[in-house]
């Protein structure tokens, strides 16, 4: 169990973090996602240790860690850049940590082949970094990550220099993990995509405040402001303002685009901008006057075009309202 | 990109560059040559003397009369002790300004550069007079001290842009990994920098074999390198060409091939970084 | 990147590197200040007694100063205009291509790593002298008479060795600069229709100016306080005519045993050096940012 109370963090005059409240349970698949430069990195870092935070604390397993150097919070990082050591083979680089921690050779040995065995890369044991393809380093980096057995993962954006391919695949094989493993994973994007599809719990953060704290579903479902509406889900939820959300006694309404009907007796008109077919989904960008540009998704099959005129009508009970503070009405 | 050059233009370009390179290199190949000479050969025109006799009598004078031997491994103490020492107080401080850059570091930086643009007769009465009154003078110890500290900036800056190279991330895996500030150093950034350092080792072997201020004014013979040694032949007795330029020959080969091994990094160390 | 942890640590590994140079550099030069200010001659130990700037008086109103101080200035600015001119057009060739480039190049090196006190006898013996010497062999060959470079021309023969010690490191920098020129630049302006000497004088000289600076502060650090090359030939003669202001402090201190008198001379030529020096370490600074 992982604690942040109060803690923040600032570089000279810059308040990147102001001040975060979060509690990570054990064996928890947390997602913080929000833009670049929100502060994700840096408050990953707060919890490795690699930074000093600037006030509040930080608990790991009942102990107050806040002032503890990373060698000592039996954590385990992967970076973006994999951060592997060139200069030594795979074998070398899973069993570094072991090696730091003093561990006889025979049981280094022995978890770096289990490692290996987990991850495939048996093969490649004695090969150097800049040998292996990107997929295979972020092994490597998995797996001087795993051997160490630590209390908690962290991951920067692990998968942001990988091609699109293997993102989604690399995606699978960490979810795999954890649940194998089942040990807890903090795992940092801007890809709200890889939040959906692997967060037990995603944080959603930006300028360094926590928007949302939640399980995929209830982010999707009941975002809490307006951030969080329009960065969860793809594409964008629609956001209507003016007269059309006064109807609703809301300043702001917000519809998903899979929310919306092709329906003849609709109550919204609007003529088809852009219409993209990717075969199983057809996206349309719908220009609808007052309500501004809506983003409508229709089944594979339907056939508009860009002039056509169409009448939509939004499912029952999937409006969101939104008051002039940007927070979720009931 | 790359075009067809017309042949007759190369030919012309290599005449002209082996030319140039003859003409600058002559000097080094004609002691080379007079080195194999008699005294009396040695003494005759150009022509005459390539084709006088060789022989290696010059050498074995040299080693036998003057000492070679003693002047050349206190070149090779001095230049190798200076530059092992500097490299341990130079890698923790490059680290520190690598790795962990303050709002001072870049002064910091200029500061220790600036130290290295003193002229060194600005300093030279109060250091002959402390080497004197400390016993210093003609002593390696105190000799190794002044070229490890004339020394120090470049090694610390040739250092610090290597070190800069390396990204910070690296390291804090280490962190991570449980290595403790001397494991990070010495298992991590060490290795993972060997060849700057082995480059910047070179350059300052070099440029402490070659020093020809402190070594000429500190010492006398016991701790005399090699330009002592040379700067010894400087006032005539009789014939002592062949002599001269075997001595030379053997006092710069050493140098020669190391500095062909690093004149990459010559640019950079001699411009702080400021060619690459 | 930093926590506490790694600040503490990075000052504790900075300390020795940094408090060994500040001693360095206030001891001695704290001393020249205060032997500077002193009448003090080695051969009287004991007698020294404070007369303020009088020895920067004596100093600054000895004919050798003067006469040092212009040779400085014409060794200095000799051996940079030879070695700038020269190293610009070396590099220019060498940057074409031809067979055995990698050869001319470690050639035309090689003189960089010659010793100073070789280099300076190897010139005064073996070629400028007027017997035996090359030079002297060919003026015979020629049927002219021989020269005696070292008495009849010592500052300019001075010039000539230095400047062949020094030749290769702006050839060998320039040279980089040039290699490191952006090809698809120069592609893009011929494609713009400039011809070769445009893109000579608006890309490739601007490109080099940079590294030309760099090559003539450099330089002037190192040539202002040339010393052997003067010890091994001329020892500052005949006369003062090859005295630059390292040799007169050195003869003056440690010959003429006059240490209130050297240190003078030291401090003058320590703030001779920091001009240069402040130009040199704006250039380098800025390209720190970089
Ligand atoms: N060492 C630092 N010094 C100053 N500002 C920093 C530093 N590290 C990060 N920042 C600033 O903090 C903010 C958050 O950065 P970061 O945590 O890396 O964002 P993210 O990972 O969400 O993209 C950014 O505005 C960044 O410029
Ligand atoms: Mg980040």
Redesign the interface.
């Known amino acids: 169990m992982i604690t942040l109370t109060q803690v923040r963090k600032s570089f000279g005059e810059v308040d990147v973090i102001p001040g975060i409240d979060l509690a990570i349970e054990d064996g928890e698949f947390v997602v913080f996602v929000g833009p670049s430069g929100c502060g994700k990195s840096t408050l990953l870092r707060l919890i490795?240790?690699?930074?000093?935070t600037s006030g509040g604390i930080i608990s790991i397993d009942g102990v107050d860690a806040t002032?503890l150097?990373?060698?000592k919070r039996r954590?385990?990082?992967v970076?973006?850049?994999y951060?592997?050591?060139?200069?030594m083979s795979v074998r070398k680089n899973i069993a570094?940590?072991l090696k730091?921690?003093g561990m006889d050779p025979a049981e280094q040995e022995r978890r770096v082949n289990h490692a290996a065995k987990i991850l495939n890369l048996g093969n490649y044991l004695d090969r150097r970094p800049g040998q292996l393809s990107g997929g295979q380093r972020q092994r490597v980096a998995i797996g001087?990550a795993i051997v160490?057995e630590p209390t908690a993962f962290l991951f920067d954006e692990p998968l942001s220099n990988l091609d699109a391919a293997l993102r989604v695949s690399m995606r699978q094989e960490i979810s795999e993990l954890h649940q194998s493993l089942k040990t807890t994973m903090i795992y940092v994007t801007h890809d709200q995509v890889e939040a959906m599809t692997m967060a037990d719990k995603i944080v959603v953060l930006n300028a360094g405040r926590i928007e949302q704290v939640g399980s995929p579903m209830e982010l999707y479902r009941s975002p809490a402001n307006l951030f969080v509406a329009g960065f969860i889900g793809s594409p964008k939820m629609n956001l209507i303002e003016g007269p059309e959300a006064a109807k609703h006694a809301a300043t702001t309404i917000g519809i998903r685009p899979e929310h919306i009907d092709i329906s003849a007796d609709g109550p919204w008109e609007g003529v088809v901008g852009l219409s993209e077919h990717l075969g199983s989904d057809t996206f349309l960008k719908v220009n609808a006057g007052p309500l501004g540009t809506l983003t409508v998704r229709a089944g594979g099959e339907v056939m508009m075009h860009p002039g056509d005129t169409v009448r939509m009508a939004p499912q029952p009970g999937k409006l969101l309202r939104f008051g002039a503070d940007g927070k979720a009405m009931a | 990109m790359a075009r067809k050059v017309s042949n007759t233009r190369k030919a012309v370009v290599t005449a002209a560059a082996w030319t140039m390179g003859f003409l600058i290199f002559f000097p080094i190949l004609w002691i080379i040559i007079l080195g194999f000479k008699s005294e009396g050969d040695a003494i005759k025109t150009p022509l005459q003397v390539l084709f006088s006799d060789w022989t290696l009598q010059s050498y074995h004078d040299v080693q036998e009369r003057s000492n070679y031997g003693r002047h050349f491994w206190n070149s090779v103490i001095l230049s190798v002790g200076s530059t092992l020492i500097a490299l341990a107080i130079a890698i923790p401080a490059a680290w520190s300004m690598a790795f962990v850059p303050g709002r001072r570091t870049k002064d910091l930086l200029m500061w220790m550069l600036s130290t290295k643009m003193m002229p060194a007769v600005g300093v030279l009465v109060p250091m002959y007079l402390l080497f004197r009154d400390f016993g210093l003078l003609d002593s390696r110890i105190g000799l190794v001290a002044v070229l490890t500290l004339i020394n120090l900036p470049i090694v610390v800056w040739m250092l610090y842009t290597y070190f800069k190279e390396i990204p910070g991330e690296i390291l804090e895996a280490a962190r991570m990994d449980g290595a403790s500030l001397r494991s990070e150093i010495l298992y991590v950034l060490t290795p993972m920098a060997v060849p700057g350092i082995a480059s910047t080792l070179l350059l300052n072997i070099i440029l402490a074999w070659n020093e020809a201020f402190w070594t000429l004014q500190l010492t006398t013979s016991q701790a005399a390198p090699l330009t002592q040694f040379i700067a010894s032949y400087s006032s005539p007795e009789g014939l002592f060409y062949a002599k001269l330029s075997a001595a030379s020959t053997m006092a710069i080969a050493p140098i020669l091939i190391l500095g062909w091994f690093s004149q990459k990094q010559l640019v950079r160390g001699l411009t702080f970084g400021a060619v690459k | 990147m930093a926590t506490a942890h790694s600040r503490t640590a990075a000052r504790l590994m900075l300390s020795p590197a940094v408090i060994l140079l500040l001693l360095w550099m206030i001891v001695p030069l704290g001393m020249t200040l205060y032997f500077s200010t002193l009448r003090y001659n080695l051969l009287m130990p004991g007698m020294e007694t404070f007369v303020g700037f009088e020895n920067y008086y004596y100093f600054v109103n000895q004919p050798a100063f003067w006469a040092a101080l212009s040779n400085t200035l014409i060794l200095v600015l000799g051996v940079l205009c030879i070695t700038v001119v020269g190293g610009i057009l070396l590099a220019l060739l060498m940057d074409q291509p031809f067979w055995g480039q990698g050869i001319v190049r470690v050639l035309v090196i090689a003189p960089f790593f010659v010793m100073p006190t070789v280099s300076a006898l190897v010139w005064k013996n073996m070629f400028m002298n007027p017997v035996n010497g090359i030079f002297a062999h060919i003026a015979k060959a020629l049927g002219l008479p021989p020269f005696d470079f070292l008495s009849h021309a010592p500052l300019a023969s001075i010039i000539l060795i230095v400047a062949w010690q020094w030749l290769p490191f702006a050839t060998l920098i320039l040279l980089t600069a040039l290699q490191s020129l952006d090809r698809e630049q120069q592609e893009a302006a011929e494609m713009d229709g400039a011809n070769g000497f445009q893109r000579f004088f608006y890309l490739t000289v601007p490109h080099l100016t940079r590294s030309i600076t760099v090559v003539i502060l450099i330089q002037t650090i190192f040539l202002l306080s040339v010393f052997a090359e003067i010890l091994v030939t001329t020892n500052g003669g005949p006369g003062t005519a090859s005295t630059n202001l390292t040799y007169l402090v050195y003869a003056q201190s440690l010959l003429n045993y006059d240490v209130g008198g050297g240190s003078a001379g030291g401090i003058i030529a320590v703030i001779l050096a920091n001009i240069v020096a402040i130009f040199l370490m704006r250039m380098i600074g800025k390209n720190l940012e970089a």
Do not use: I, V, W
């Not at chain 1, 490795?48 to 000093?52: H, P, R, S, Y």
């Open positions: 490795a240790g690699l930074e000093d002032d150097p990373p060698a954590l385990a990082m970076f973006q850049s951060a592997l050591y060139p200069h570094f940590p730091m921690a001087r160490r």
